[in-house]
């Protein structure tokens, strides 16, 4: 047992995790309500495709990456798929599933129906406070833990006021817009509040059970979110029921499934196999506990918003190039431009930021691919738009191809440590299963 957890009195309803345990299939069950919001999230943008709706997009994605993360923690801790844990987790989902039907209504209620801001905020707020109270079940008996629960629960009372009046704006209280944008601030406010109440208590304030869990929780997450690109290439197209399929969409997608191929090999290929092997070098609690906060759980919210940014301009782009009326020689709208060079430039911006803050290196091709995407803006502009994703799509290509030829010897280094890894983990479960199976 890991000195963090010493003084936690386990039960049958709740056990303890390992340090080597690894994700669940009820988390990655768990997951599944995320690739619902995610799809709601650009869904929507798209259809308030103004700077507003794309900072109410931000806002809510803020809030369902709190919603996830607060499940990860808990899932590092204690086995998720043993005791009662399923059945909270069930109760989760489906206060995270409402979160995500209400997202129409989150910011402005629709008659005929309940009131979308509150539902919102009350399935919010209930998401927090069972992951507060598992938390304070297992704090019982232990001074120290107890006092690391106290934090974690003023800190969700606070936010959860501030969830709760936004939602009990009275709705004449301003014009419409004037509503909207109060709401906005009273969840910006609540944002504020999770982020520096986490600066503000440093990395003493939770224990790092599991760094392979911790580490593959958060790849899966990314994984979720590169296949929201997947999926928008279909629901942005609208052809499968409704409109005709084109060359100029066959092309797009095509384009399309490349930068995510990219995007995919640029992260996973070396980066987050030497993120979770530094993660595990990393012996001192404290360290290690600063370390998953500020590469996973800051860091991976840029990551996962890069392909969703992305997602969202696809969508829109094939959205536009499906319509038989569209013109091989159509330019992309400023908007969409901007939208999907921006996803893939927050996306590269945070490996950049990763490297740093864990392997303490710069990675020069990509911060040059970075700048690269910049300056294609301009030009992307006055090209056609399958000209513009091509030019897109092969600056990604270099980059990602730059970046792995300079990484070569950190990546021949981590790939043969992970591969070593992997094959005595798969030798001890085979000598088990010889001899209790």
């Not at 939602?167 to 004449?172: C, E, G, H, I, S």
């Not at 003493?204 to 994984?223: F, P, Q």
């Not at 995510?260 to 196999?273: G, H, N, P, Q, R």
């Amino acid at each position: 047992m890991v000195d963090g957890l010493r003084g936690v009195r386990w039960s049958r309803g709740v056990r303890p995790g390992a340090p080597g345990s690894r994700a669940t299939r009820l988390e990655l069950f768990y997951d599944l309500v995320f690739v619902f919001a995610f799809i709601q999230v650009t869904t929507l943008t798209a259809d308030n495709f103004t700077p507003r709706g794309l900072l109410q997009c931000g806002v809510v994605l803020v809030l369902l990456w709190w919603a996830w993360t607060g499940f990860a923690v808990i899932g590092n801790l204690v086995r998720t798929d043993q005791g009662v844990l399923p059945f909270l987790a069930f109760a989760t989902m489906g206060g995270a599933l409402v979160f995500a039907l209400a997202m129409p209504q989150a910011f402005r209620s629709e008659a005929g129906g309940p009131s979308g801001p509150l539902v919102f905020a009350i399935c919010y707020f209930l998401v927090r406070a069972v992951q507060v109270g598992i938390l304070g079940w297992l704090a019982r008996g232990d001074p120290e833990l107890r006092r690391r629960f106290l934090v974690a629960m003023g800190r969700a009372a606070v936010v959860g006021a501030l969830v709760l009046a936004a939602a009990l704006l009275p709705q004449r209280l301003a014009d419409e817009a004037a509503e909207i944008g109060l709401r906005l601030l009273f969840w910006i406010a609540a944002i504020v509040v999770e982020y520096g109440a986490a600066v503000a208590l440093g990395s003493s304030n939770w224990t790092l059970l599991s760094a392979g869990h911790w580490a593959e929780r958060h790849a899966l997450i990314v994984l979720v979110a590169l296949g929201e690109t997947i999926i928008a290439l279909g629901l942005g197209a609208g052809f499968v029921v409704e409109l005709p399929l084109t060359w100029l969409v066959i092309l797009s997608a095509m384009l399309a499934v490349a930068v995510v191929a990219a995007l995919w090999w640029s992260y996973f290929d070396t980066l987050a196999l030497a993120l979770e092997q530094v993660l595990h070098r990393t012996r001192d609690p404290q360290a290690r506990s600063a370390l998953a906060r500020d590469a996973y759980t800051y860091l991976h919210l840029p990551l996962v918003a890069g392909p969703i940014l992305f997602a969202l301009g696809l969508k829109r782009v094939l959205g536009g190039t499906a319509e038989p009326t569209t013109q091989a020689g159509s330019l992309l709208p400023g908007g969409d431009l901007l939208v999907l060079h921006g996803g893939v430039a927050i996306y590269l911006v945070t490996l950049v930021a990763l490297g740093w803050r864990v392997l303490r290196t710069l990675r020069w091709p990509t911060i040059g691919g970075v700048l690269l995407l910049v300056l294609l803006v301009p030009v992307a502009a006055q090209v056609p738009e399958l000209v513009a994703l091509a030019l897109l799509t092969v600056a990604v290509l270099a980059v990602t191809v730059v970046q792995t030829l300079t990484d070569a010897p950190l990546r021949r280094q981590v790939r043969e440590v992970a591969m070593a890894e992997q094959l005595a983990t798969e030798a001890e479960q085979t000598t088990w299963r010889g001899r209790h199976l």
